[in-house]
């Protein structure tokens, strides 16, 4: 039967029919009445020159550009030496302003010229990041996706105020990710409610703009009912081939290790307004409708961050992941500047015969010998005998595998993962990779200085039997529905949930935001108890989010077979 997976999920948005408008010749002629000021500020990764040449074409008298206003690279680069470290994934996180990379007297002339550019009746535009720090009028806000962003680094674009255009594009995502992102979230967040217009250059060949009310009407709508995030796949060393049917991929790439298909800060949504769709960060949902999609207990512990992810690991007809552990909380912070850390847990969505996961020391290991080992290993003198250290588990469909931080891990051949963490992101230490280079030919990254301080050697053969495998109870069971409780591990803050449904289900929310994935079954409808969203089709392996704000919901299974669908969601915190 032909896999249903959409790799493209729209939200259809209500209210606003014809709002996208589309191509630069229609963006132009919109933009042309408005005035006497238009101001165009941007997400760092915008190609600002092509951009700039369609712009130039709307009759004005004033161009101003805000780059002149910024420190220049030499000033930025030793201000953020610190952050940006000498680590090809590692910084260390930026929580500085805007402000504190411009240059306050270059800025107050950009502000006098187009003031009195503006009082005497000229014609004014001001384009660039930051630009509407300069300017007031018509305001137009070019907005980017993280995940086209980082292509766009793999292909030679330098990180904001830089030269780096050759430089490793794993330093380029750093920096972006630990300052730049992080930098330029703030100040959007800062204008959501005066942009008048957001316009989509992430496809250049098909640029697209949309009001702001119709943009900030969409969020809202979906803040308060299920929706997918548009999901991406990237290839790797030990990627898979098992994604390819089931998510209906390109059939002649190499391999697909990687979708990140439930993470916030790193896919889009696609706000489709029935004329076409507009494409934006998801993080954007997430900074302004913080509260109905987290709900108050999440964002007060949390603030406008989604704290949990859904990503897929395929490594059937791939190889190995390499053997990692993750930085526990308090090195994280220390370390990072990080507020939390990477716990996770490996559900097997599907495996073939054969198929494992290695988790947790063996017993009676030598903690000296086996970082020797691993640092003569990765010296290329000897080949690590992984075995020799670590437990090996049998994994077939429906395992779960629970891994707080601070244990070794990683999923073997044949493996279909759906992973279930928290979302820091990058925050993996790989202590061995079996003797590989990235697909870039370089060696890639092994972190044993940060991997020795953090593994947890007490997490040996029983405790992780008792504790990390499989720790499955029924939570309740009826004519209509099986709810277990898979994990996660007492030290996590995340709970999932495993519900087997017959016909329905319903869920109480508790005014937390669900993760979700249909992991059994062609397809399931989530339906509204109060009637406040109309019913929500998902599909077998797709990940959905439902809103803190819808309360309770029903999971229906329209089919004549048994569905499984895993719930994730945020633990309240003790009493």
């Avoid at 941007?42 to 780059?67: C, F, R, S």
């Avoid at 630009?131 to 030679?156: K, Q």
């Avoid at 790797?236 to 098992?242: F, T």
């Avoid at 190995?320 to 090195?331: A, F, G, I, K, R």
Wanted: with cysteine; charged share 25%.
């Amino acid at each position: 039967m032909k896999s249903l997976y959409d790799p493209h999920p729209k939200t259809k948005i209500n209210g606003y029919p014809d709002a996208l408008i589309d191509g630069w010749d229609a963006i132009r002629a919109t933009l042309q009445p408005q005035g006497p000021t238009l101001v165009f500020d941007t997400y760092p990764g915008v190609y600002d020159e092509k951009v700039k040449a369609e712009l130039k074409q709307i009759p004005h008298d004033v161009w101003i550009d805000a780059i002149d206003m910024f420190k220049d690279k030499e000033t930025i680069r030793e201000q953020l030496r610190y952050h940006i470290t000498d680590d090809r994934i590692f910084g260390r996180m930026y929580y500085g302003e805007i402000d504190n990379f411009i240059v306050p007297e270059k800025r107050a002339a950009l502000q006098t010229r187009a003031k009195e550019a503006a009082e005497a009746g000229q014609r004014v535009i001001v384009y660039g990041y930051g630009a509407s720090l300069i300017a007031t009028g018509t305001l137009v806000y070019l907005d980017m996706a993280r995940w086209e962003i980082t292509l766009r680094y793999r292909n030679g674009m330098a990180n904001f105020q830089e030269d780096n255009f050759d430089e490793d594009a794993l330093r380029k995502i750093k920096r972006g990710f630990f300052i730049e992102w992080r930098v330029a979230d703030k100040h959007k967040r800062s204008l959501f409610d005066s942009i008048d217009y957001f316009l989509d250059t992430n496809d250049m060949d098909h640029v697209k703009m949309v009001s702001g009310e119709a943009v900030r009407a969409g969020l809202a709508q979906m803040a308060h009912r299920p929706f997918r995030l548009v999901p991406y796949f990237d290839p790797g060393v030990w990627g898979g081939q098992w994604m390819k049917d089931v998510c209906n991929l390109d059939p002649d790439k190499e391999n697909y290790a990687w979708s990140f298909d439930g993470v916030p800060e790193e896919n889009s949504i696609y706000l489709d307004f029935g004329n076409g769709y507009i494409e934006l960060p998801a993080m954007d949902l997430v900074l302004y409708e913080p509260k109905p999609l987290l709900g108050a207990s999440v964002y007060s512990r949390f603030g406008a961050e989604f704290p949990i992810r859904f990503d897929f690991l395929d490594t059937i007809g791939g190889q190995n992941l390499s053997l990692q552990v993750h930085p526990l909380t308090e090195y994280i912070h220390r370390t990072f500047g990080m507020a939390y850390t990477q716990d996770e847990s490996y559900y097997i969505l599907d495996a073939k015969d054969g198929a494992t996961v290695y988790l947790g020391l063996k017993e009676g290991v030598d903690k000296e010998q086996m970082i020797a080992d691993l640092y003569a290993a990765n010296r290329g003198e000897i080949l690590f005998d992984a075995e020799k250290y670590i437990n090996k588990f049998p994994a077939k469909k429906h395992d779960h595998f629970l891994i707080p931080a601070g244990t070794c891990h990683c999923s073997g051949a044949d493996a279909m993962v759906l992973e279930i963490s928290a979302t820091p992101y990058c925050f993996t230490f790989k202590l061995w990779d079996w003797a590989r280079v990235g697909l870039d030919g370089l060696p890639r990254p092994v972190h044993i200085d940060h991997g020795k301080q953090n593994i947890q050697w007490d997490r040996t053969t029983k405790w992780v039997e008792d504790n990390l495998v499989n720790a499955v109870y029924t939570v309740r069971e009826d004519e209509h529905v099986k709810e277990e409780h898979t994990g996660l591990h007492e030290l996590e803050y995340i709970e999932t949930r495993r519900l087997w449904i017959e016909d329905e289900a319903l869920v109480e929310n508790e005014d937390n935001v669900n993760m979700l994935n249909l992991i059994e079954g062609q397809m399931a409808r989530i339906e509204s108890v109060d009637g406040s969203f109309e019913p929500f089709e998902v599909h077998y392996a797709e990940t959905f989010i439902v809103p803190a704000s819808v309360k309770n919901y029903k999971i229906v299974n329209p089919t004549d077979s048994t569905i499984g669908v895993i719930r994730a969601y945020v633990r309240k915190p003790q009493a």
